[in-house]
């Protein structure tokens, strides 16, 4: 199995940028997806971010398009997100994931398409 580690979580003002990390460990392989979900208590899991870990192709949530950067160091079997012009809306626990298996395009940002699950770490916007 994968293990994933975020890091980089903490407060900040709006339009303030934080950058976010996710450490794999494990199989040498963690899988043709990493996404970054987020999640705000009584609501659902969100899809924030995806990367093809093969081709780099990324995808966006539209409420961070253009705010917010997916990226991948194979070297360091790490993901980031870098996040930039946030928003008290932003505020909530941020988790990575990977996928095992190859997911269609529409399917990327669905929660239930990934296997293994970081622990989370908390961002909070204020205004």
């Known amino acids: 199995p994968v293990q994933l580690v975020e890091s980089g979580g903490g407060s900040v003002e709006a339009g303030g940028s934080l950058r976010l990390s996710c450490a794999s460990s494990?199989?040498?392989?963690?899988?043709?997806?990493m996404g970054w979900f987020r999640q705000t208590p009584g609501k659902e899991r969100e899809g924030v971010a995806a990367?093809?870990?093969?081709?780099?192709?990324?995808y966006y949530a539209d409420s961070v398009k253009g705010r917010f950067t997916i990226s991948q160091d194979n070297a360091k079997n790490t993901v980031y997100l870098q996040m930039s012009s946030l928003k008290p809306e932003d505020t909530a626990m941020y988790y990575c994931?990977?996928?095992?298996?190859?997911?269609?395009?529409?399917?990327?940002?669905?929660?239930?398409?990934?296997?293994?699950w970081g622990q989370g770490t908390q961002v909070t916007v204020s205004s």
């Open positions: 994931a990977s996928a095992r298996v190859w997911v269609d395009d529409p399917f990327l940002l669905r929660p239930e398409v990934y296997d293994y």
């Open positions: 494990g199989d040498t392989y963690s899988g043709p997806f």
């Open positions: 990367i093809s870990t093969i081709y780099k192709n990324t």
